[in-house]
T-cell receptor, first 113, second 110 residues
Framework: DAGVIQSPRHEVTEMGQEVTLRCKPI?????LFWYRQTMMRGLELLIY????????DSGMPEDRFSAKMPNASFSTLKIQPSEPRDSAVYFC???????????FGPGTRLTVL | DQQVKQNSPSLSVQEGRISILNCDYT??????FLWYKKYPAEGPTFLISISSIKDKNEDGRFTVFLNKSAKHLSLHIVPSQPGDSAVYFCAASGGNQFYFGTGTSLTVIP
């Protein structure tokens, strides 16, 4: 398996634009997580899915953020409209179970100007 | 509210010496703990874990200690090597909750 795949690796956009980050988890993993890495809060869990169903989205900072998982092999994290304070590295991870080892993608570095 | 805390943002250690990274948690429901290692421009990778039924788990140069009464865990790296220089995250899970700490940046000086 190629591991968790994220795209794009880098995204530069202007304030107010819509941004969509994509993730393909490892086949057979039932859990998918979206994280944001910041200096102040480290790895911040935004939302996680179990069998394509969102279980906990309490980490999503505000309504501008939304995430979907239409099938077991694809998830998106959307920010609309984007703001400069959204600039960060966003990671997607997947695992067999909630407490099991999570396998992370390489991350998407988002810069909002 | 940070349920998992790594109070030292950075640590420098001489090559060959012991590195000790600390992590504290607040929720007594957590029953499984993990350490991840992250190099720049890469995603975190799993390093070692420990269940709450144990107080120590060892894997080569890496040992994780768990003190449930103090709600504290630590990662020991002996001997430290320059390739160990990275950011280390601890994580805790229990029930339907999962949290990462803020990370400790370890620099091993040759």
């Amino acid at each position: 398996d190629a591991g968790v795949i994220q795209s794009p690796r880098h995204e530069v956009t202007e304030m107010g634009q819509e941004v969509t980050l994509r993730c393909k988890p490892i086949s057979g993993h039932d859990y998918l997580f979206w994280y944001r890495q910041t200096m102040m809060r480290g790895l911040e869990l935004l939302i996680y899915f179990n069998n394509n169903v969102p279980i906990d989205d309490s980490g999503m900072p505000e309504d501008r953020f939304s995430a979907k998982m239409p099938n077991a092999s694809f998830s998106t994290l959307k920010i609309q409209p984007s703001e400069p304070r959204d600039s960060a590295v966003y990671f997607c991870a997947s695992s067999l179970g909630l407490g099991d080892t999570q396998y992370f993608g390489p991350g998407t570095r988002l810069t909002v100007l | 509210d940070q349920q998992v805390k790594q109070n030292s943002p950075s640590l420098s250690v001489q090559e060959g010496r012991i590195s000790i990274l600390n992590c504290d948690y607040t929720n007594s429901m957590f029953d499984y703990f993990l350490w991840y290692k992250k190099y720049p421009a890469e995603g975190p990778t799993f390093l070692i874990s420990i269940s709450s039924i144990k107080d120590k788990n060892e894997d080569g140069r890496f040992t994780v200690f768990l003190n449930k009464s103090a709600k504290h865990l630590s990662l020991h790296i002996v001997p430290s090597q320059p390739g160990d220089s990275a950011v280390y995250f601890c994580a805790a899970s229990g029930g339907n909750q999962f949290y990462f700490g803020t990370g400790t940046s370890l620099t091993v000086i040759p």
